[in-house]
């Protein structure tokens, strides 16, 4: 059997975004944010978001459809379900992954928010990655960012997102023994794009690390 196709990971600039149309429910669901700057920012991802899985499908992006998962995943209803995406976003910048080789996963943060982490610790680390964490703050710091980002690029490959509660399990470098997680793995995403950030993608273990490229309108 051939391996299966790698994922690709698109990289958002909200603010270079045309807007494309969107369904009543995602405008009612923009007009809910307090600041209309959020509720722009929202509606960039979701036309970006929109363009590219029109762009994968060869359809319009205004005909494309959403489901939800149990946990609020959107998923591409059938006959277009064997495409699977996910979606993550920052103030800045968002990132879409796409694959056609089973579910995946992805996370996106400033690279300067693993400072907000510590004290948190015990909200998302298993008591083997506690004890496991370096004492310094700054190399604490990364650290927390590492797993944060990393569980819940599990979590969202999964689809429960936080449901599943992230301290449950413990992360051996790229994998976890967790049995609803075991058949994914993390990669880090590096491009020159994402220097500011750190993203983490997950995805079925013998999937390849994606192809990562910017958006373009
Ligand atoms: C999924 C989750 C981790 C996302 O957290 P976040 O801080 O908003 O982070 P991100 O920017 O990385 O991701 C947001 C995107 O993830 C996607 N998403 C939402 N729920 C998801 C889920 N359960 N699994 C995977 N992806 C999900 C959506 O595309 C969402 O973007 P959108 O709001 O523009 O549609 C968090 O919302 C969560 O844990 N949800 C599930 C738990 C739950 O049931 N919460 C109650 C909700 S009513």
């Known amino acids: 059997m051939p391996p299966p ?6 990289i958002i600039d909200p603010r270079q ?5 969107l ?39 205004a005909a494309i459809r959403f489901d939800l998962g149990e946990h609020g995943k959107p998923l591409l209803p059938p006959p277009h379900d064997l495409l699977r995406f996910n979606l993550s976003h920052c103030r800045d910048l968002a990132l879409v992954a796409l694959s056609s080789a089973g579910p995946v996963g992805i996370d996106l943060e400033p690279a ?7 004290g948190c610790e015990s909200g ?5 990655e506690l004890a496991a964490l370096p004492e310094r703050p700054e190399a604490r710091a990364a ?6 980002t990393s569980k819940e690029a599990l979590l969202k490959a999964l689809g429960t997102g936080m449901s599943l509660p992230p301290e449950s399990f413990s992360l051996a470098g790229d994998r976890t023994d967790h049995p609803r997680l075991r058949e994914f793995r993390v990669h880090r995403l590096d491009h020159p794009a994402l220097a ?5 993608f997950a995805g079925p273990v013998a999937m390849a690390a994606p192809r990562v490229v910017s958006f373009s309108t």
């Open 5 to 10: 196709a790698p994922a690709t990971v698109v």
């Open 17 to 21: 975004v045309e807007a494309a149309a």
């Open 23 to 61: 369904s009543p429910a995602e405008e009612q669901q923009a007009a809910r944010f307090h600041f209309e700057q959020d509720a722009r920012h929202w509606r960039a991802c979701r036309s970006a978001l929109r363009r590219i899985l029109g762009d994968a499908l060869a359809l319009d992006p």
């Open 112 to 118: 300067d928010r693993g400072g907000s982490l510590l």
């Open 124 to 128: 998302f680390c298993h008591p083997a």
């Open 143 to 148: 650290a927390l960012l590492e797993l944060w």
């Open 196 to 200: 500011r950030h750190v993203a983490r």
